[in-house]
């Protein structure tokens, strides 16, 4: 069955970096795009980027830009999400999500993983 | 981009059914017939309910049923059921540039 499952919970201090791994079972990674959705504490989703597994292309939100870096590991099925210069408001839970890619995507996310908490403090 | 504009909050007893609304733009819910629905249980990840805007994943009971007006999306919850009680989130499509945006979110309360 398809399942994402991402990597344990971090902590980091300001201005550090981290990387959240999201590992796919199931299913052809190369044929699904990859997007990484986050959750602040008590906050609504938000769309961070996507990954394209297959060549390597991303595509980042504007807010994101210059601190987000999207990569992807075919021979391990895994797909990473590095945020750098890290800053209490980036404590959320971080998700990765799935959606059908080739010639017509399917704009929208059938399977997430369980999420990964980022904790920001110094 | 700005977030979707969703009700804050809204409930009904079982049985009953409700609506939840989803404001965008003409760029966004408006301009594709791409909006998505999630629904997150407290601690959970979200799960799809509705996708091109009125379609079910498999396994999605048909109590769930989604709509588009204008720049406004819409879930509908028939015969509201205790386990009904969560957050929902629509998604739209909005373009090459800045793919997606989802919407505030609606807490679902079953009285």
């Known amino acids: 069955q398809v399942q994402l499952v991402q990597s344990g919970a971090e902590v980091k201090k300001p201005g550090a970096s981290v990387k959240v791994s999201c590992k796919a079972s199931?299913?052809?990674?190369?044929?699904?795009?990859i997007h990484w959705v986050r959750q602040a504490p008590g906050q609504g989703l938000e769309w961070m980027g996507v990954i394209n597994p297959g060549g390597g292309s991303t595509k980042y939100a504007q807010k994101f830009q210059g601190r987000v870096t999207m990569t992807r590991d075919t021979s391990t099925n895994t797909v990473y999400m590095e945020l750098s210069s890290l800053r209490s408001e980036d404590t959320a839970v971080y998700y990765c999500a799935r959606e059908k890619g080739g010639a017509a995507p399917a704009k929208n996310f059938d399977y997430w993983g369980q999420g990964t908490l980022v904790t920001v403090s110094s | 981009q700005s977030a979707l504009t969703q009700p804050r909050s809204v409930s009904g007893s079982p049985g009953q059914s409700v609506t939840i609304s989803c404001a965008g733009t003409?760029?966004?819910?408006?301009?594709?017939?791409?909006v998505s629905w999630y629904q997150q249980h407290p601690g959970k990840a979200p799960q799809p309910m509705i996708y091109d805007v009125s379609k079910r994943p498999s396994g999605v009971p048909d109590r769930f049923s989604g709509s588009k007006s204008g720049n406004t999306a819409s879930l509908t919850i028939s015969g509201l059921q205790a386990e009904d009680e969560a957050d929902y989130y629509c998604?739209?499509?909005?373009?090459?540039?800045?793919?997606?945006?989802f919407g505030t979110g609606t807490k679902v309360t079953v009285l």
């Open positions: 998604c739209s499509y909005a373009g090459t540039t800045y793919p997606y945006v």
């Open positions: 199931g299913y052809t990674l190369t044929t699904f795009l």
């Open positions: 003409s760029s966004d819910v408006g301009g594709y017939n791409y």
